[in-house]
């Protein structure tokens, strides 16, 4: 469910959230797909959100919605959900129609015991219709369903151009490190559970692949510790951008299991809560309007 705070975003904020290619399931079964496992791909590249129908806002309208600010979507409807107002098979072809290769769109809908029913349903919504993302028959024993989905998202390209979803820092992360005798502290601006950029205060003329040790970092009140290698440094509105990959005390990449996960948590968190707010804001705007609507048509 979406959280009920709606704070104000502005335009540079609302800029990077809606940033990188993002997958809505539209009112799935939870128990067949439970919101545990958008963490779960989100470790895998996917930024996932469920969307559930409510009393507050028309599922129209927040699709509609959705669909005019995360331009780079894509759209998996439940069609066995049963949803007033909303006949899926005339809904999903509308969509289809309207936006054609603008959005993706993809069906789940539960396993069917007839053949010639999941015969016809394929046919319509992959031929009729030309949905491009895949009419997938989610298992009674959810577990599969999470490799089940997980493969279609890769078919699709769910991660989009990225491998790893990033969130951007507030003005409290930071990583601080010793370089040439020196105590450095720079400030963090995005960060992966692969990756970290940052800039500092006084340039520190790190050279290209050169290795740091026991970088400790803190983001939003979380704190680790980990090796780095800088990747690339690159001039940005003025100052120079560092972007390093975490490298493990052996040499290889990546951060150790225990900090992998927990920066894992806190990515989900940071980026998530931030897409929710943004859609909270959208949803009560669209709720305002649907108001007034009616309200005028009661006048008259």
């Not at 299991?257 to 804001?281: F, P």
Request: proline share 2%; with cysteine; net charge negative.
């Amino acid at each position: 469910m979406l959280e009920s705070a709606v704070p104000d975003i502005d335009d540079e904020s609302k800029k990077y959230i809606i940033m990188g290619r993002k997958t809505f399931f539209i009112c799935p079964d939870v128990s067949l797909l439970p919101e545990s496992y958008l963490e779960d791909y989100l470790a895998r590249g996917y930024e996932t959100y469920i969307i559930s129908d409510d009393r507050i806002c028309p599922l129209t309208k927040k699709i509609e919605m959705i669909i005019s600010v995360f331009t780079d979507s894509i759209l998996f409807f439940y069609i066995d959900a049963d949803i007033e107002g909303i006949e899926w098979s005339s809904y999903i072809k509308a969509l289809q129609t309207t936006y054609g290769s603008k959005v993706l769109i993809g069906v789940l809908y539960t396993k069917r015991s007839n053949e010639k029913e999941k015969f016809n349903l394929e046919k319509y919504y992959l031929y009729d219709v030309g949905i491009q993302c895949g009419c997938i028959a989610l298992e009674y024993q959810r577990a599969k369903n999470f490799y089940l989905i997980d493969k279609i998202m890769f078919a699709n390209q769910a991660c989009g151009r990225r491998k790893t979803v990033r969130a951007f820092c507030d003005k409290s992360s930071e990583v601080v490190f010793e370089y040439k005798k020196k105590r450095i502290r720079g400030k963090l601006s995005d960060i992966s559970i692969n990756h970290f950029s940052c800039t500092f205060d006084v340039d520190p003329a790190i050279q290209q692949y050169e290795k740091l040790n026991r970088c400790i970092f803190l983001v939003d009140g979380m704190h680790f510790e980990s090796d780095a290698v800088l990747m690339i440094s690159r001039e940005v509105n003025g100052q120079m951008l560092y972007i390093f990959l975490f490298t493990k005390k052996d040499g290889s990449n990546g951060l150790d299991e225990d900090s992998m996960n927990r920066l894992g948590q806190k990515i989900y968190q940071l980026v998530t809560t931030r897409a929710k707010a943004l859609m909270n804001s959208m949803f009560d705007k669209a709720r305002r309007i649907v108001s007034e609507e009616y309200e005028e048509l009661e006048r008259v």
